[in-house]
């Protein structure tokens, strides 16, 4: 059985293993030449399933930011070569975000090395999670 303290552990253990994955990933972006938000807008961009219309809405909802921080965002990304903006043909007032061959090649590259990162961090991240399930409700 657990104790609050042991509780406040597991939880600060975790938290320690999450934020030095986000360290790793606000240092590779910037080493690609992108700010940490623009990692995650091209992520969200690649990565929403296969139905889904991309647009600002969408992307403010996944990423939790407001719709005008997304305009900007994703304007800052189209200017970069990174993202193309268009309107959707069925609803003009709606603007859908796609990846450029630009932003595949970044995003490749980033993913690679997200990936490398948290095979080497999979097993902290595994035992801090298991510890947290099983401790008491």
């Known amino acids: 059985m657990t104790t609050e303290h042991d509780d406040i552990q597991l939880l600060a253990k975790f938290r320690h293993e999450i934020r030095r994955f986000l360290q790793f990933s606000e240092r590779a972006a910037a080493a690609a030449g992108l700010q940490p938000q623009q990692h995650q807008l091209l992520l969200q961009i690649a990565g929403a399933p296969d139905d889904t219309l991309v647009t600002i809405s969408h992307i403010a909802d996944v990423m939790s930011l407001r719709h005008h921080t997304v305009v900007e965002l994703s304007k800052r990304c189209e200017l970069a070569g990174l993202v193309r903006r268009t309107h959707d043909p069925n609803d003009r007032r709606c603007v859908v975000l796609e990846l450029t061959a630009q932003g595949h090649r970044a995003l490749r590259q980033l ?22 399930s099983k401790s008491k409700p």
């Open 111 to 132: 993913s690679d090395v997200h990936s490398q990162q948290l095979r080497e961090l999979a097993p902290s991240l595994i035992q801090a999670l298991t510890r947290i």
